[in-house]
């Protein structure tokens, strides 16, 4: 699959996931990303910026969130991104809910995305097979 389609799909599958999120708390975005933490869940990190000059993808744990302003993710090489938090917004996406040709729940097991306030989103992905096996 050449890269362009890549990028469709991604576009297409956001489209629909816009339209299964929910807006959720502060307070709910906390109680999941402290839980990703405890449980050192294994996160899928989409980052897009707004013009599409840059695309990242990575695999990585939130390593530290004080419940307060932020959150601290870090790629199995000990890579590390530092996120400020002050002044987002937050979207939580059960995969369940996604048309079945979208759904991925045997992989998948929910979302939480961060929209900056430059409405630039980091979308954090819960991989469920993954979670407990330290890859």
Known sequence: ???EEIVRKIREATKIHKEIEAITSWDDATLLLKKFQSEGTLLS???????QTMHLFLKARVEGFDGDEFLTLVAGSRDFCFIS???????YTD???APEWLRNTDRV???LTIVFPSNESLTLRALVNEAASGQ
């Open 1 to 3: 699959m050449s890269h």
């Open 45 to 51: 990190v989409l980052f897009f910026t707004r013009d």
């Open 85 to 91: 938090l002050k002044g987002c917004r937050y979207e």
């Open 95 to 97: 995969e369940r809910l």
């Open 109 to 111: 097991e929910e979302t």
